[in-house]
Protein backbone atom coordinates (compact mmCIF):
# COMPACT_ATOMS: atom_id res chain seq x y z
CA UNK A 1 0.00 0.00 0.00
CA UNK A 2 1.22 3.68 -0.70
CA UNK A 3 0.42 7.33 -1.20
CA UNK A 4 0.94 8.37 -4.82
CA UNK A 5 1.79 12.22 -5.50
CA UNK A 6 1.90 14.00 -8.35
CA UNK A 7 3.81 17.64 -8.30
CA UNK A 8 3.14 20.13 -11.06
CA UNK A 9 3.25 16.92 -13.86
CA UNK A 10 3.50 17.67 -17.21
CA UNK A 11 4.12 15.96 -20.50
CA UNK A 12 4.56 17.56 -23.70
CA UNK A 13 5.04 15.85 -26.92
CA UNK A 14 6.30 18.22 -29.09
CA UNK A 15 3.45 20.67 -30.15
CA UNK A 16 1.01 18.60 -27.41
CA UNK A 17 0.71 19.15 -23.83
CA UNK A 18 -1.16 15.98 -23.02
CA UNK A 19 -0.85 16.59 -19.09
CA UNK A 20 -0.61 20.14 -18.13
CA UNK A 21 0.74 20.96 -14.71
CA UNK A 22 -1.37 18.25 -12.23
CA UNK A 23 -0.53 18.20 -9.05
CA UNK A 24 -2.93 15.57 -6.73
CA UNK A 25 -1.91 13.25 -3.59
CA UNK A 26 -3.88 10.13 -3.87
CA UNK A 27 -3.61 8.50 -0.61
CA UNK A 28 -2.81 5.32 0.75
CA UNK A 29 -5.63 1.89 -0.03
CA UNK A 30 -7.88 4.97 -1.53
CA UNK A 31 -9.76 4.24 -5.35
CA UNK A 32 -9.15 7.39 -7.63
CA UNK A 33 -10.35 7.19 -11.27
CA UNK A 34 -9.28 9.68 -13.70
CA UNK A 35 -12.13 10.21 -15.94
CA UNK A 36 -12.53 12.79 -19.18
CA UNK A 37 -13.24 12.85 -22.54
CA UNK A 38 -10.43 11.37 -25.16
CA UNK A 39 -7.38 12.92 -25.47
CA UNK A 40 -7.85 14.53 -22.22
CA UNK A 41 -4.58 13.18 -20.92
CA UNK A 42 -6.11 10.62 -18.20
CA UNK A 43 -3.97 7.80 -19.93
CA UNK A 44 -0.47 9.79 -20.18
CA UNK A 45 -0.90 10.73 -16.57
CA UNK A 46 -1.15 7.49 -15.52
CA UNK A 47 1.50 6.31 -17.46
CA UNK A 48 3.95 9.01 -15.48
CA UNK A 49 2.87 7.17 -12.09
CA UNK A 50 3.59 3.92 -14.46
CA UNK A 51 6.91 4.85 -15.30
CA UNK A 52 5.87 3.94 -19.20
CA UNK A 53 6.29 7.97 -19.61
CA UNK A 54 8.76 10.47 -18.12
CA UNK A 55 7.31 13.93 -17.41
CA UNK A 56 8.68 17.06 -19.20
CA UNK A 57 8.56 18.91 -15.87
CA UNK A 58 7.20 17.42 -12.58
CA UNK A 59 7.79 14.67 -10.30
CA UNK A 60 6.08 11.55 -9.16
CA UNK A 61 6.18 9.69 -5.30
CA UNK A 62 4.85 6.32 -4.27
CA UNK A 63 5.29 6.34 -0.84
CA UNK A 64 8.15 8.41 0.47
CA UNK A 65 9.91 7.67 -2.60
CA UNK A 66 10.58 10.42 -5.82
CA UNK A 67 10.48 7.77 -8.32
CA UNK A 68 10.06 10.15 -11.36
CA UNK A 69 13.51 8.41 -12.62
CA UNK A 70 12.80 4.71 -11.78
CA UNK A 71 11.64 1.94 -13.83
CA UNK A 72 8.44 0.40 -13.90
CA UNK A 73 10.02 -2.69 -12.56
CA UNK A 74 10.77 -0.78 -9.89
CA UNK A 75 8.02 1.06 -8.26
CA UNK A 76 5.94 -1.61 -6.70
CA UNK A 77 3.31 -1.43 -9.00
CA UNK A 78 0.85 -3.74 -11.16
CA UNK A 79 -0.92 -2.77 -14.54
CA UNK A 80 -3.94 -4.12 -16.07
CA UNK A 81 -5.13 -2.59 -19.48
CA UNK A 82 -7.88 -2.76 -21.79
CA UNK A 83 -6.15 -5.41 -23.99
CA UNK A 84 -5.46 -8.99 -21.70
CA UNK A 85 -2.40 -10.10 -22.93
CA UNK A 86 -2.86 -13.89 -22.23
CA UNK A 87 -0.51 -16.27 -22.94
CA UNK A 88 -2.64 -18.65 -25.22
CA UNK A 89 -0.92 -21.57 -25.16
CA UNK A 90 -0.42 -21.77 -20.88
CA UNK A 91 -2.61 -22.57 -18.60
CA UNK A 92 -4.91 -20.52 -16.15
CA UNK A 93 -2.42 -20.82 -13.79
CA UNK A 94 0.95 -20.57 -15.56
CA UNK A 95 -0.57 -17.24 -17.23
CA UNK A 96 -1.17 -16.01 -12.93
CA UNK A 97 2.53 -17.59 -12.47
CA UNK A 98 4.26 -15.51 -15.52
CA UNK A 99 5.65 -12.79 -13.44
CA UNK A 100 6.55 -14.76 -10.61
CA UNK A 101 8.50 -17.65 -11.96
CA UNK A 102 11.06 -14.70 -13.72
CA UNK A 103 11.05 -13.47 -10.14
CA UNK A 104 12.36 -16.60 -9.02
CA UNK A 105 10.10 -17.63 -5.79
CA UNK A 106 9.42 -21.50 -5.16
CA UNK A 107 7.14 -23.28 -6.35
CA UNK A 108 5.17 -23.52 -3.01
CA UNK A 109 5.04 -19.36 -2.73
CA UNK A 110 4.37 -19.62 -5.88
CA UNK A 111 1.32 -21.82 -5.66
CA UNK A 112 0.28 -20.25 -2.32
CA UNK A 113 0.20 -17.06 -3.96
CA UNK A 114 -1.82 -17.97 -7.03
CA UNK A 115 -4.17 -19.71 -5.30
CA UNK A 116 -5.09 -16.71 -3.06
CA UNK A 117 -5.47 -14.55 -6.15
CA UNK A 118 -7.40 -16.95 -7.96
CA UNK A 119 -9.71 -17.16 -4.72
CA UNK A 120 -9.88 -13.84 -4.73
CA UNK A 121 -11.08 -13.08 -8.13
CA UNK A 122 -13.42 -16.25 -7.79
CA UNK A 123 -11.36 -17.99 -10.63
CA UNK A 124 -10.66 -21.26 -8.37
CA UNK A 125 -11.36 -24.34 -9.88
CA UNK A 126 -10.36 -23.03 -13.46
CA UNK A 127 -6.63 -23.02 -12.89
CA UNK A 128 -6.25 -25.59 -15.60
CA UNK A 129 -8.46 -24.16 -18.07
CA UNK A 130 -6.73 -22.41 -21.44
CA UNK A 131 -7.86 -19.22 -22.30
CA UNK A 132 -9.79 -20.04 -24.79
CA UNK A 133 -11.84 -21.97 -22.58
CA UNK A 134 -12.47 -18.38 -20.48
CA UNK A 135 -15.27 -16.12 -21.05
CA UNK A 136 -14.37 -12.05 -21.28
CA UNK A 137 -14.89 -11.76 -17.88
CA UNK A 138 -13.01 -14.56 -17.18
CA UNK A 139 -9.61 -13.47 -19.42
CA UNK A 140 -10.02 -10.27 -17.67
CA UNK A 141 -10.19 -12.03 -14.15
CA UNK A 142 -7.32 -13.93 -14.74
CA UNK A 143 -5.23 -10.49 -15.79
CA UNK A 144 -6.06 -9.19 -12.50
CA UNK A 145 -5.11 -12.16 -10.68
CA UNK A 146 -1.70 -11.77 -12.38
CA UNK A 147 -1.40 -8.42 -11.17
CA UNK A 148 -2.56 -9.40 -7.57
CA UNK A 149 0.06 -11.97 -7.30
CA UNK A 150 2.64 -9.05 -7.55
CA UNK A 151 1.02 -8.06 -4.38
CA UNK A 152 1.67 -4.55 -5.63
CA UNK A 153 1.71 -1.64 -3.70
CA UNK A 154 -0.52 0.52 -6.37
CA UNK A 155 -2.23 -1.25 -9.18
CA UNK A 156 -2.51 0.98 -12.38
CA UNK A 157 -5.79 0.10 -14.39
CA UNK A 158 -6.59 1.74 -17.47
CA UNK A 159 -9.96 0.94 -19.43
CA UNK A 160 -9.72 -2.87 -17.88
CA UNK A 161 -13.27 -3.14 -19.01
CA UNK A 162 -13.73 -1.43 -22.16
CA UNK A 163 -13.92 -4.37 -24.31
CA UNK A 164 -16.17 -6.23 -22.22
CA UNK A 165 -19.54 -6.60 -22.98
CA UNK A 166 -22.10 -4.20 -21.01
CA UNK A 167 -23.95 -6.25 -18.83
CA UNK A 168 -19.99 -7.98 -17.71
CA UNK A 169 -18.95 -4.48 -17.41
CA UNK A 170 -21.65 -3.41 -14.50
CA UNK A 171 -20.97 -6.80 -13.15
CA UNK A 172 -17.06 -6.37 -12.84
CA UNK A 173 -17.69 -2.70 -11.55
CA UNK A 174 -18.87 -4.76 -8.37
CA UNK A 175 -15.99 -6.85 -8.59
CA UNK A 176 -13.09 -4.59 -9.12
CA UNK A 177 -15.13 -2.82 -5.87
CA UNK A 178 -14.85 -5.79 -3.62
CA UNK A 179 -11.56 -7.00 -4.78
CA UNK A 180 -10.26 -3.10 -3.42
CA UNK A 181 -12.14 -3.47 0.21
CA UNK A 182 -10.65 -7.33 -0.02
CA UNK A 183 -7.11 -5.87 -0.78
CA UNK A 184 -7.36 -2.56 0.86
CA UNK A 185 -4.34 -1.78 -1.59
CA UNK A 186 -4.56 1.81 -3.72
CA UNK A 187 -5.99 1.79 -7.23
CA UNK A 188 -5.34 4.33 -10.05
CA UNK A 189 -8.34 3.69 -12.45
CA UNK A 190 -8.81 5.34 -16.24
CA UNK A 191 -12.13 5.32 -18.03
CA UNK A 192 -14.24 7.70 -20.31
CA UNK A 193 -16.91 6.20 -18.84
CA UNK A 194 -18.37 8.75 -16.00
CA UNK A 195 -20.85 6.09 -14.46
CA UNK A 196 -17.56 3.53 -14.13
CA UNK A 197 -16.02 6.91 -12.44
CA UNK A 198 -18.94 7.48 -10.19
CA UNK A 199 -20.08 3.99 -9.01
CA UNK A 200 -16.44 2.79 -8.38
CA UNK A 201 -14.01 5.10 -6.66
CA UNK A 202 -13.66 6.90 -3.57
CA UNK A 203 -12.89 9.98 -5.71
CA UNK A 204 -12.75 10.88 -9.47
CA UNK A 205 -10.45 13.50 -11.07
CA UNK A 206 -11.87 14.80 -13.65
CA UNK A 207 -9.37 16.18 -16.55
CA UNK A 208 -10.07 17.86 -19.74
CA UNK A 209 -7.30 19.06 -21.63
CA UNK A 210 -4.39 18.05 -20.19
CA UNK A 211 -5.59 19.87 -17.03
CA UNK A 212 -6.91 18.56 -13.77
CA UNK A 213 -10.35 20.28 -12.86
CA UNK A 214 -11.77 18.53 -10.43
CA UNK A 215 -10.13 15.97 -7.62
CA UNK A 216 -13.41 15.14 -5.08
CA UNK A 217 -15.46 12.10 -4.26
CA UNK A 218 -18.01 11.14 -7.09
CA UNK A 219 -21.09 12.79 -5.23
CA UNK A 220 -19.63 15.98 -4.46
CA UNK A 221 -18.50 16.12 -8.58
CA UNK A 222 -22.00 16.09 -8.69
CA UNK A 223 -23.84 18.63 -6.68
CA UNK A 224 -20.74 21.13 -6.51
CA UNK A 225 -19.26 20.82 -9.55
CA UNK A 226 -15.92 23.38 -9.49
CA UNK A 227 -16.81 24.75 -13.22
CA UNK A 228 -18.98 24.34 -15.73
CA UNK A 229 -16.87 21.93 -17.66
CA UNK A 230 -17.17 18.99 -14.66
CA UNK A 231 -20.73 20.05 -14.40
CA UNK A 232 -21.59 19.61 -17.92
CA UNK A 233 -19.04 16.16 -17.91
CA UNK A 234 -20.64 14.14 -15.34
CA UNK A 235 -24.24 13.29 -15.07
CA UNK A 236 -26.30 11.53 -17.45
CA UNK A 237 -27.89 13.06 -19.20
CA UNK A 238 -26.49 16.12 -19.34
CA UNK A 239 -27.12 19.35 -17.01
CA UNK A 240 -28.80 22.20 -19.13
CA UNK A 241 -27.47 25.09 -19.87
CA UNK A 242 -28.56 28.99 -20.46
CA UNK A 243 -26.45 32.43 -21.09
CA UNK A 244 -27.72 34.86 -18.39
CA UNK A 245 -27.19 38.55 -16.76
CA UNK A 246 -26.46 38.36 -13.58
CA UNK A 247 -28.79 41.29 -11.58
CA UNK A 248 -29.02 41.81 -7.67
CA UNK A 249 -30.95 38.74 -7.17
CA UNK A 250 -31.61 37.37 -10.17
CA UNK A 251 -30.33 35.95 -13.47
CA UNK A 252 -31.82 37.41 -16.66
CA UNK A 253 -31.72 34.68 -19.43
CA UNK A 254 -32.90 35.67 -23.11
CA UNK A 255 -36.43 33.28 -21.90
CA UNK A 256 -36.88 33.78 -18.22
CA UNK A 257 -35.75 35.57 -15.07
CA UNK A 258 -34.02 33.17 -12.34
CA UNK A 259 -34.57 34.65 -8.89
CA UNK A 260 -31.89 33.71 -6.79
CA UNK A 261 -32.51 35.38 -3.24
CA UNK A 262 -29.97 37.93 -2.28
CA UNK A 263 -26.85 36.25 -0.45
CA UNK A 264 -26.25 33.08 -3.07
CA UNK A 265 -23.59 34.91 -5.33
CA UNK A 266 -20.88 35.40 -3.93
CA UNK A 267 -18.12 36.34 -6.39
CA UNK A 268 -19.76 37.83 -9.61
CA UNK A 269 -20.85 41.16 -9.73
CA UNK A 270 -23.79 42.86 -11.00
CA UNK A 271 -24.44 42.72 -14.99
CA UNK A 272 -21.96 39.90 -15.17
CA UNK A 273 -22.21 37.57 -17.95
CA UNK A 274 -22.69 34.10 -16.39
CA UNK A 275 -24.39 30.83 -17.35
CA UNK A 276 -26.73 29.03 -15.68
CA UNK A 277 -26.80 25.31 -15.13
CA UNK A 278 -29.70 23.19 -13.85
CA UNK A 279 -30.06 19.40 -13.96
CA UNK A 280 -32.71 17.39 -15.63
CA UNK A 281 -34.11 16.36 -12.14
CA UNK A 282 -34.29 19.56 -10.87
CA UNK A 283 -36.96 20.94 -13.48
CA UNK A 284 -40.60 20.49 -11.95
CA UNK A 285 -43.82 20.94 -13.22
CA UNK A 286 -45.01 24.01 -11.03
CA UNK A 287 -48.33 22.12 -10.37
CA UNK A 288 -46.58 18.97 -8.66
CA UNK A 289 -45.53 21.47 -6.08
CA UNK A 290 -42.18 19.04 -5.74
CA UNK A 291 -39.99 21.45 -4.85
CA UNK A 292 -39.71 23.87 -0.81
CA UNK A 293 -37.78 26.94 -3.13
CA UNK A 294 -39.09 26.79 -6.66
CA UNK A 295 -38.45 29.50 -8.69
CA UNK A 296 -40.96 31.48 -10.27
CA UNK A 297 -42.79 29.76 -12.99
CA UNK A 298 -41.65 29.11 -16.55
CA UNK A 299 -43.90 29.02 -19.32
CA UNK A 300 -42.92 26.08 -21.52
CA UNK A 301 -44.19 23.56 -24.52
CA UNK A 302 -43.09 19.74 -24.04
CA UNK A 303 -41.82 18.74 -27.18
CA UNK A 304 -39.95 15.06 -27.29
CA UNK A 305 -40.84 12.53 -24.83
CA UNK A 306 -38.74 10.13 -23.88
CA UNK A 307 -40.18 7.39 -21.45
CA UNK A 308 -37.51 5.28 -19.57
CA UNK A 309 -39.35 3.09 -17.73
CA UNK A 310 -38.20 4.42 -14.21
CA UNK A 311 -38.70 8.31 -15.35
CA UNK A 312 -39.64 10.26 -18.60
CA UNK A 313 -37.09 12.81 -20.44
CA UNK A 314 -39.25 15.70 -21.43
CA UNK A 315 -37.99 18.12 -24.11
CA UNK A 316 -39.24 21.43 -23.27
CA UNK A 317 -39.50 24.67 -25.62
CA UNK A 318 -39.30 27.79 -23.92
CA UNK A 319 -41.84 30.67 -25.00
CA UNK A 320 -39.41 32.35 -27.18
CA UNK A 321 -38.88 29.23 -28.67
CA UNK A 322 -42.38 27.99 -29.05
CA UNK A 323 -43.46 30.82 -31.66
CA UNK A 324 -39.68 30.32 -33.27
CA UNK A 325 -40.52 26.51 -33.67
CA UNK A 326 -44.21 27.29 -34.81
CA UNK A 327 -42.58 30.02 -37.57
CA UNK A 328 -40.40 28.31 -39.34
CA UNK A 329 -37.56 25.92 -37.32
CA UNK A 330 -38.94 23.74 -34.96
CA UNK A 331 -35.21 21.41 -35.40
CA UNK A 332 -33.23 24.54 -34.21
CA UNK A 333 -35.43 25.72 -31.39
CA UNK A 334 -35.83 22.20 -29.57
CA UNK A 335 -34.19 20.45 -27.11
CA UNK A 336 -33.65 24.60 -24.72
CA UNK A 337 -34.55 22.46 -21.18
CA UNK A 338 -34.74 18.99 -20.49
CA UNK A 339 -36.87 17.94 -17.58
CA UNK A 340 -36.92 14.37 -15.60
CA UNK A 341 -40.38 13.51 -14.58
CA UNK A 342 -41.75 10.72 -12.19
CA UNK A 343 -42.80 7.57 -14.61
CA UNK A 344 -46.11 7.90 -14.00
CA UNK A 345 -46.44 11.68 -14.68
CA UNK A 346 -49.67 12.15 -17.26
CA UNK A 347 -48.08 14.03 -19.87
CA UNK A 348 -48.17 14.22 -23.58
CA UNK A 349 -46.05 15.84 -26.37
CA UNK A 350 -47.21 19.58 -27.87
CA UNK A 351 -48.82 20.63 -24.19
CA UNK A 352 -48.62 23.94 -22.74
CA UNK A 353 -47.25 23.69 -19.42
CA UNK A 354 -45.47 25.33 -16.31
CA UNK A 355 -41.99 24.34 -15.06
CA UNK A 356 -40.05 25.61 -11.70
CA UNK A 357 -36.35 25.18 -11.10
CA UNK A 358 -35.26 24.28 -8.02
CA UNK A 359 -33.44 26.82 -6.84
CA UNK A 360 -31.36 25.64 -4.26
CA UNK A 361 -29.76 23.68 -7.12
CA UNK A 362 -29.24 26.04 -9.75
CA UNK A 363 -25.46 26.29 -10.66
CA UNK A 364 -24.64 29.40 -11.83
CA UNK A 365 -20.88 29.25 -13.53
CA UNK A 366 -19.25 32.82 -15.02
CA UNK A 367 -19.65 33.08 -18.84
CA UNK A 368 -15.75 33.96 -19.80
CA UNK A 369 -14.22 31.43 -17.53
CA UNK A 370 -16.61 28.91 -16.75
CA UNK A 371 -15.81 28.96 -13.28
CA UNK A 372 -18.59 28.14 -10.58
CA UNK A 373 -20.20 30.89 -8.62
CA UNK A 374 -22.66 29.53 -6.91
CA UNK A 375 -20.92 27.26 -3.78
CA UNK A 376 -17.48 28.44 -1.69
CA UNK A 377 -15.04 28.44 -4.52
CA UNK A 378 -12.07 28.38 -2.73
CA UNK A 379 -10.36 25.49 -4.11
CA UNK A 380 -11.72 26.02 -7.62
CA UNK A 381 -10.29 25.26 -10.79
CA UNK A 382 -9.37 28.66 -12.14
CA UNK A 383 -8.10 27.80 -15.73
CA UNK A 384 -5.44 31.02 -15.59
CA UNK A 385 -4.07 30.42 -12.32
CA UNK A 386 -2.31 27.61 -11.22
CA UNK A 387 -3.52 23.73 -9.87
CA UNK A 388 -6.46 23.83 -8.76
CA UNK A 389 -6.72 22.33 -4.95
CA UNK A 390 -6.95 18.97 -3.89
CA UNK A 391 -9.71 17.92 -1.78
CA UNK A 392 -9.50 15.23 0.55
CA UNK A 393 -12.94 14.04 1.90
P1 LIG B 1 -6.71 9.96 -22.93
O1 LIG B 1 -6.12 8.78 -22.21
O2 LIG B 1 -7.40 10.90 -22.02
O3 LIG B 1 -7.57 9.57 -24.10
P2 LIG B 1 -3.97 10.47 -23.69
O4 LIG B 1 -3.30 10.66 -22.39
O5 LIG B 1 -3.81 9.16 -24.37
O6 LIG B 1 -5.51 10.82 -23.55
O7 LIG B 1 -3.47 11.61 -24.70
C1 LIG B 1 -3.47 12.98 -24.37
C2 LIG B 1 -2.99 13.78 -25.57
O8 LIG B 1 -1.62 13.49 -25.81
C3 LIG B 1 -3.71 13.45 -26.87
O9 LIG B 1 -3.84 14.63 -27.61
C4 LIG B 1 -2.78 12.48 -27.55
O10 LIG B 1 -2.94 12.54 -28.94
C5 LIG B 1 -1.43 12.99 -27.11
N1 LIG B 1 -0.42 11.92 -27.04
C6 LIG B 1 -0.45 10.84 -26.21
N2 LIG B 1 0.64 10.05 -26.39
C7 LIG B 1 1.38 10.63 -27.37
C8 LIG B 1 2.62 10.31 -28.02
N3 LIG B 1 3.32 9.23 -27.68
N4 LIG B 1 3.06 11.16 -28.97
C9 LIG B 1 2.38 12.29 -29.30
N5 LIG B 1 1.20 12.64 -28.72
C10 LIG B 1 0.70 11.83 -27.78
Known sequence: MARVRLENVTKRYEDVTAVDDVSMAIEDGEFVTFVGPSGCGKSTTMETVAGLTRP?????YIGDDDVTDLAPKDRGIAMVFQNIALFPHMDVFDNISFGLRLRTYDDE???RRV??????????GMLERMPDELSGGQRQRVAIARAIVRNPDVFLMDEPLANLDAK??????????????????????????????????DRIAILNE??????????????????????????????NFLEGTLHEDRVETPNFDIDLGPDIVADAAVGDEVTVGVRPEDVHLAEAQAVSEPT???????????????EIFVYLLLADDVQR???EEPAAAAGQLLMSLPPDTDIREGESVEVV?????????????????THDVTGHADPDSGPPATEAE
Open 210 to 239: GKLQQISPPLTCYNEPTNRFVAGFIGSPSM
Open 115 to 124: EQAADIVQLE
Open 296 to 310: APIDAQTDVLEPMGD
Open 109 to 111: EIR
Open 56 to 60: TEGCV
Open 325 to 327: SMA
Open 168 to 201: LRVHMRTELQRLHRELETTIIYVTHDQAEAMTMS
Open 357 to 373: LDRSRVHLFERATGVAL
